[in-house]
């Protein structure tokens, strides 16, 4: 390892670090072909290699290159598939095993060996893609994200032992039901390596390794290109904030607070049992920047969604005690840096990537540019959004013209950040029901009221996302020991329910107004927002050209409204595109409204106007049929 290479390290500035720290194949001075050790541990007595190639009890001796805080060794008798983990010898004189940090495989737990690996020399076939992908602007461009916990999706029924679906065998299953339903990217909960399922792999022991559950580092690769044959994009929950506290992994890993802040009440992490990552320290800085661009680079992943931001750049975000900062307020201003350098580092790579932040209160500019003091994510989850829509929908429709703010107050706010409309995972577990159990009423009132939820959220400006088992209307909420419900699908209104998701879908991608300006103000025209006695809702969806509109009218109960009238922009005919009412989708409306012929009376701002029927507890989606007052090019 160069001097250039630790100096660079030790500053917080090493961000390819996974190439050098680790195992990592090498051929020495004598030409001898083998495998090189580096382990940071700045305060350790004395690193050992043991393992399946030497010792296990005393193993191969590494030694400190100066005051770096890294020890080296290279063997010449390390192969491919062989097991190891690091023997630390503390300051004091204790000896513990560790898990390597940079290891790109272990052992399936509750094993936690390394496995002696090289990186992957893997064959990309993907030139299309990320040719394309760095053409478009994904601000105009649609995504509609399907949230995947890949233990869970399906579990293996073919009398394997197995308790997962390897990636390569996920490749055969989920790409082709993704890309049948319409979803243009793929998000999975953490896949890096840990050991507790019900974590749901947020707490990682090993972050450059897949885990040992879903196969190999390669099988990952394969199923990512395989994504981008099939033009769907692959995101990836990203955990920089806090790890494991398991004495086997980072923690304390030299004998002292090593990757986690050195006072005790800043590194526990109270609310989830976890500790947090020391952001104030150059060599963590080297460590998670480098993993963020590991994921990237190697995976070719179109994005990651950067967990838990809020604990991160908030010293008072947890449970607990807490000190403030030197001005006396609660920002971790460590945190904010770190986060800012991050994205920094990455749009400077790679301009077209999705940096999602998972960020919970107001802090202000998390998707504005670092330069304008922003944190300089391009998106972040609607948290707000989707607390006020959830509240609402779960309500009896009695009182909902009582609250109808909370469907209106995201109209306030809307084009401040870049936002994701989120239906995640979160909302499906610890008793909160899943989403088609939190409608209120019987089996076909629910159905009819997630059916609104979805529309509403497709025609709301933003991004989407919706977890696995959303499409499907499923009962039970999210066990991630056993699979999604499938034979729910069995039941005739769960599967016209699924048929209405892929046709929302398709209806999202195929039309401009419904992604080209999400962020920004054009892209909306709210036509009545205040019709809260009959909690009708009105407004208009924009597209950057001027006859790329779609008129959208919901109805929050279950009350079919007679005579609705609705301003639209134009003369001319309208007619239906979509009625989430309709029987295909398990509805009553068995046949499509007429064509909507404009009136002259102006109504809701607009110089003319239309009449439709409100179907109980419905979305209608409208568009131009013919129009005037529209000039080609325009």
Same mark, same amino acid.
């Given at each position: 390892?160069?001097?250039?290479? %630790?100096?660079?390290?030790?500053?917080?500035?090493?961000?390819?670090?996974?190439?050098?720290?680790?195992?990592?194949?090498?051929?020495?001075?004598?030409?001898?072909?083998?495998?090189?050790?580096?382990?940071?541990?700045?305060?350790?007595?004395?690193?050992?290699?043991?393992?399946?190639?030497?010792?296990?009890?005393?193993?191969?001796?590494?030694?400190?290159?100066?005051?770096?805080?890294?020890?080296?060794?290279?063997?010449?008798?390390?192969?491919?598939?062989?097991?190891?983990?690091?023997?630390?010898?503390?300051?004091?004189?204790?000896?513990?095993?560790?898990?390597?940090?940079?290891?790109?495989?272990?052992?399936?737990?509750?094993?936690?060996?390394?496995?002696?690996?090289?990186?992957?020399?893997?064959?990309?076939?993907?030139?299309?893609?990320?040719?394309?992908?760095?053409?478009?602007?994904?601000?105009?461009?649609?995504?509609?994200?399907?949230?995947?916990?890949?233990?869970?999706?399906?579990?293996?029924?073919?009398?394997?032992?197995?308790?997962?679906?390897?990636?390569?065998?996920?490749?055969?299953?989920?790409?082709?039901?993704?890309?049948?339903?319409?979803? %243009?990217?793929?998000?999975?909960?953490?896949?890096?390596?840990?050991?507790?399922?019900?974590?749901?792999?947020?707490?990682?022991?090993?972050?450059?390794?897949?885990?040992?559950?879903?196969?190999?580092?390669?099988?990952?690769?394969?199923?990512?290109?395989?994504?981008?044959?099939?033009?769907?994009?692959?995101?990836?929950?990203?955990?920089?904030?806090?790890?494991?506290?398991?004495?086997?992994?980072?923690?304390?890993?030299?004998?002292?607070?090593?990757?986690?802040?050195?006072?005790?009440?800043?590194?526990?992490?109270?609310?989830?049992?976890?500790?947090?990552?020391?952001?104030?320290?150059?060599?963590?800085?080297?460590?998670?920047?480098?993993?963020?661009?590991?994921?990237?680079?190697?995976?070719?992943?179109?994005?990651?969604?950067?967990?838990?931001?809020?604990?991160?750049?908030?010293?008072?975000?947890?449970?607990?005690?807490?000190?403030?900062?030197?001005?006396?307020?609660?920002?971790?201003?460590?945190?904010?840096?770190?986060?800012?350098?991050?994205?920094?580092?990455?749009?400077?790579?790679?301009?077209?990537?999705?940096?999602?932040?998972?960020?919970?209160?107001?802090?202000?500019?998390?998707?504005?540019?670092?330069?304008?003091?922003?944190?300089?994510?391009?998106?972040?989850?609607?948290?707000?959004?989707?607390?006020?829509?959830?509240?609402?929908?779960?309500?009896?429709?009695?009182?909902?013209?009582?609250?109808?703010?909370?469907?209106?107050?995201?109209?306030?706010?809307?084009?401040?950040?870049?936002?994701?409309?989120?239906?995640?995972?979160?909302?499906?577990?610890?008793?909160?029901?899943?989403?088609?159990?939190?409608?209120?009423?019987?089996?076909?009132?629910?159905?009819?009221?997630?059916?609104?939820?979805?529309?509403?959220?497709?025609?709301?400006?933003?991004?989407?996302?919706?977890?696995?088992?959303?499409?499907?209307?499923?009962?039970?909420?999210?066990?991630?020991?056993?699979?999604?419900?499938? %034979?729910?699908?069995?039941?005739?209104?769960?599967?016209?329910?699924?048929?209405?998701?892929?046709?929302?879908?398709?209806?999202?991608?195929?039309?401009?107004?419904?992604?080209?300006?999400?962020?920004?103000?054009?892209?909306?025209?709210?036509?009545?927002?205040?019709?809260?006695?009959?909690?009708?809702?009105?407004?208009?969806?924009?597209?950057?050209?001027?006859?790329?509109?779609?008129?959208?009218?919901?109805?929050?109960?279950?009350?079919?409204?007679?005579?609705?009238?609705?301003?639209?922009?134009?003369?001319?005919?309208?007619?239906?595109?979509?009625?989430?009412?309709?029987?295909?989708?398990?509805?009553?409306?068995?046949?499509?409204?007429?064509?909507?012929?404009?009136?002259?009376?102006?109504?809701?701002?607009?110089?003319?106007?239309?009449?439709?029927?409100?179907?109980?507890?419905?979305?209608?989606?409208?568009?131009?049929?013919?129009?005037?007052?529209?000039?080609?090019?325009?």
């Amino acid at each position: 390892m160069s001097e250039a290479d %630790t100096y660079l390290f030790n500053t917080g500035s090493h961000f390819q670090s996974y190439q050098l720290m680790g195992c990592q194949f090498a051929v020495d001075g004598r030409g001898k072909e083998g495998f090189s050790f580096r382990v940071w541990a700045p305060n350790a007595r004395g690193i050992a290699i043991v393992g399946d190639f030497c010792d296990w009890d005393a193993g191969m001796k590494l030694r400190k290159i100066g005051e770096t805080g890294i020890w080296e060794g290279f063997s010449t008798d390390a192969e491919p598939g062989q097991h190891y983990k690091v023997l630390v010898e503390d300051a004091n004189g204790h000896r513990k095993l560790k898990m390597d940090p940079y290891a790109l495989a272990f052992e399936t737990r509750p094993k936690d060996a390394a496995v002696v690996t090289k990186l992957p020399d893997f064959k990309w076939s993907d030139g299309r893609w990320m040719a394309k992908r760095k053409r478009k602007s994904v601000y105009q461009a649609p995504l509609n994200i399907y949230e995947v916990h890949a233990g869970s999706w399906r579990k293996p029924k073919d009398g394997r032992d197995a308790e997962f679906y390897t990636f390569s065998e996920l490749a055969e299953t989920l790409i082709p039901y993704v890309a049948e339903m319409g979803f %243009t990217h793929i998000e999975f909960m953490p896949l890096m390596e840990h050991p507790l399922d019900a974590s749901w792999g947020y707490q990682i022991t090993g972050y450059y390794a897949l885990s040992a559950r879903y196969g190999s580092l390669e099988d990952f690769m394969g199923f990512v290109d395989a994504c981008h044959a099939a033009n769907i994009g692959v995101i990836m929950d990203w955990v920089p904030g806090h790890f494991c506290r398991n004495d086997n992994a980072l923690s304390y890993f030299d004998g002292t607070p090593q990757f986690e802040y050195w006072k005790s009440f800043q590194a526990d992490n109270v609310r989830w049992g976890t500790l947090n990552f020391d952001l104030s320290k150059a060599e963590v800085h080297s460590f998670l920047i480098s993993n963020a661009l590991f994921w990237i680079e190697m995976c070719h992943l179109d994005g990651l969604r950067v967990d838990a931001v809020s604990a991160m750049i908030y010293l008072d975000y947890d449970d607990g005690y807490w000190e403030a900062n030197e001005d006396g307020g609660n920002v971790n201003k460590a945190g904010v840096a770190f986060v800012q350098k991050l994205n920094t580092e990455v749009f400077k790579r790679y301009p077209d990537m999705l940096m999602i932040a998972e960020e919970s209160t107001a802090y202000p500019g998390v998707t504005m540019p670092v330069d304008t003091n922003g944190l300089g994510f391009n998106y972040k989850w609607n948290m707000g959004w989707m607390n006020d829509i959830l509240k609402f929908f779960e309500m009896d429709p009695l009182f909902r013209k009582d609250h109808f703010n909370l469907v209106t107050f995201s109209f306030m706010y809307m084009f401040k950040e870049n936002y994701i409309l989120a239906l995640s995972h979160d909302e499906v577990v610890h008793g909160k029901k899943s989403m088609m159990h939190k409608m209120p009423g019987d089996r076909y009132n629910q159905f009819a009221g997630i059916r609104t939820l979805e529309a509403f959220l497709m025609t709301h400006p933003g991004k989407k996302l919706n977890f696995m088992g959303n499409e499907t209307g499923q009962f039970l909420e999210w066990k991630f020991a056993e699979e999604l419900e499938w %034979t729910d699908l069995e039941q005739d209104l769960n599967h016209q329910y699924q048929f209405f998701v892929r046709t929302l879908n398709e209806i999202y991608v195929e039309h401009r107004a419904l992604f080209e300006l999400d962020h920004d103000p054009a892209g909306m025209a709210i036509l009545d927002a205040d019709n809260r006695d009959e909690s009708l809702l009105t407004f208009i969806r924009q597209g950057v050209k001027p006859r790329d509109f779609l008129i959208v009218a919901c109805n929050f109960v279950p009350v079919e409204r007679q005579r609705v009238r609705i301003g639209v922009p134009y003369e001319g005919i309208y007619e239906e595109l979509l009625n989430t009412e309709s029987h295909d989708f398990g509805g009553t409306w068995h046949v499509a409204q007429p064509e909507m012929r404009t009136s002259h009376e102006g109504h809701n701002g607009q110089a003319y106007s239309i009449e439709v029927i409100m179907p109980a507890m419905s979305v209608l989606i409208i568009k131009p049929k013919r129009i005037k007052g529209y000039k080609k090019g325009r």
